[in-house]
C-alpha cells in the first residue's frame, strides 16, 4: 500500500572513475518516514551513492528523484531540505562551535536569528550547551561527531543522510547518538544510513541493502534477511586440531549450512537441531547464539573479499 | 545539475569575512608589509639618486604601483594559500557543498572574497600614501573599482591555481613564475615608454601593467584614450580569468 511518492527514487545508476567501475545499475527507494541502510566494505560504493544524491557525483547513467524532483534540475531547492553527516570531518575549525551551526545556517539562508535559537536547541539536545564557544580542536571525536550531526539538522530537514555516524567512536558516544537517531526517527525522519557496525544497522534501519563493489547484492528488512539467508542461530566452534571430518554427517535432517573459516566452523541452522545441542560434548569452546546481520554480511561479502585474494 | 550564480555566494563570503574579522591584525600586517617596505626602501633610499620621471620624483612614480602591488599579492595569497587550506586541509568546501549552495556559488565567493582582500589592502596603501607627502588628484577615488576589478583578476588566478593544485609546493611556481616577475616587470619602478617596441608590447598586455598604469594615471589626475584601453584590457582579465577560476573548481569538487 505505497500512495506516497518515495523521497529517494533513483534508477539504473552507473558511475566508472578512470574506467573503474564504482557504481554499476544500482537502484535506491527510500521511503518515506523509513532508515534505509547502505552495508557493504569499504569501497563498496556507498559514500558515491550519497555524493550522486548530493548532485556532487554526476552519474554516468541513470536518474535520480528526490522529494519527486529530478535533481539535474531542482537540486537547490531539494539540498534546502536535506540534511547531511559526513563520513570526513568537515567541520569549520576557523569557528566556534555555536558558530559553526549559525555559518552553516546562513548557507541555507535561514535568518541569524531563527538560526540561533534552532542553534542552541540543537546543541540542548546533544548535550553540547557547555561548549558552545569552544573551538573545534578543543572537542572530542564524540562531540565533533554530535556537532556534525547538530549541524545536519539545522536547516529542519525531511531527509538525513548519515554517512558512518559512528566510526571511530567509543561505545558510550555510539550508544549516545544512536538515541539521538532513534528520537529523529520517531518524529518521521527519513534516514539514509551508511554504516559497517552492523548493530548500528540492525538496531536504526527498517531496510539494509548490501552492497560490493557498486552493486546491490542483497536487499529487504534485516530479521527476515537474516532468518531467509543465514538461519535462526548459529554455532561457532574453534578448530582445536581435531577437524570437523563426520560432524555433517551427524547434523543429518536438521536444516543446517556450513562455513569453514580462519580456522572455525561456522553452523547456520534454520530449525530446531536437537544433535547440535550436543556438539558442547565433543568440542570445547562451542558457542550457540541468534544469526545476526554480521553472519549475513560475511556470509554475502567476506567469502567474496577472501576469494579475491587468492 | 546548478548552472548558474546565485546569491548564495554572499553567504560563502561573509563566512570568510567573519572568520577574517577575528584575526584582522595578523592579515593586514602579513600583506601590507611588503609594498611598505619597498616604497620605504626604493622611493626614498634608491630615490634619491634616481631623476625625475615625467616630471614625478622617483617615490612618487612608484607609489601608485605599489598600491597595484598590494592589491596583487593580498588576492592572490588568499585564493591560493588561504582557498587551498579550505579546499584541502579544512574540507571548509565540502560541508559548504553539502549545503543549496552550488559549486558556482561557492568559486564566486571565494574570488569577490579574495579581490575584497586586495582592496582592502590596496586602499590601507593609498590611505597611507599622504603620508609620504604624496598628495592625491581628486580623480583618486575612481581607483576603488579599478582595484577591485585587479583584485578579481588575481583572485581568479589564484583559485585557478588552487583548483590545480596538489599541494602547498605547487603555489610556489605561481609566486617565482607569475607574481614576482609581474611586480617587477609591469611599470612599477620603471616606465614602460622606456623599453624597446617588442618587450613594451609585452609588458602592456600583463595583466599587473593596466593596474599599475590606471593607479598612476588616477593619482596624478592625468588621464586620457589610454586609460580606456587600460580598463578594457583589466575588464576582460576579469571577466576571462574569473570563468576559467570558476569551471576550474566546479571540476575539481563534481566528479
Known sequence: MQTKRPVIDASGLKKAFNQRTVIDSFDLIVDEGKCIAL???NGAGKTTTINMILGLVIPDEGRIEVFGQDISHNLRKIKQSIGVAPQTDNLDPDLTVLENLIVYASYYSIPRHTAKNRA???LKFFALEAKQDE?????SGGQRRRLILARALINRPRLIILDEPTIGLDPQARHLIWEKVEILKAEGT???LTSHYMEEVQRLADKVIIIEQGKKILEGEPIGLIKRHVGEYVIEIPDGGQGFDGLKEDLDGCNASFEEHAKRLYIYLKGPCPQAERLGMRFEHVVKRPANLEDLFLRYTGRRLIEDHR | MIKTVSLLFTRVWLRNFW??????RASLIGNLGQPFLFLIAMGYGLGRNVPEING?????FIAPGLVASSVMYSAAFEATYGSYTRLATQKTFDAILMTPVSVYDLAMGEIIWGATKGLISGLIMLGAIPLFGIVPSPWTPLLIPILFLEGITFSSLGMIM?????NYEFFNYFTSLLITPLFLFSGIFFPIESLGHIPRMIVNYLPLASPVELSRALCYGYLNWVTWERLFILLAYAVLTSVCASLLVRKRLIR
Not at chain 1, 135 to 139: A, G, K, M, T
Not at chain 2, 19 to 24: G, M, R
Not at chain 2, 162 to 166: G, L, Q, V
Open chain 1, 120 to 122: 542552541k536547541e540543537l
Open chain 2, 56 to 60: 614625478l620624483s622617483y617615490l612618487q
Open chain 2, 162 to 166: 588552487t583548483a590545480k593544485a596538489p
Open chain 1, 135 to 139: 573551538i573545534i580542536q578543543n572537542l
Open chain 1, 190 to 192: 527519513t534516514i539514509l
Open chain 2, 19 to 24: 572568520v577574517w574579522k577575528k584575526h584582522v
Open chain 1, 39 to 41: 552495508l557493504g566494505p
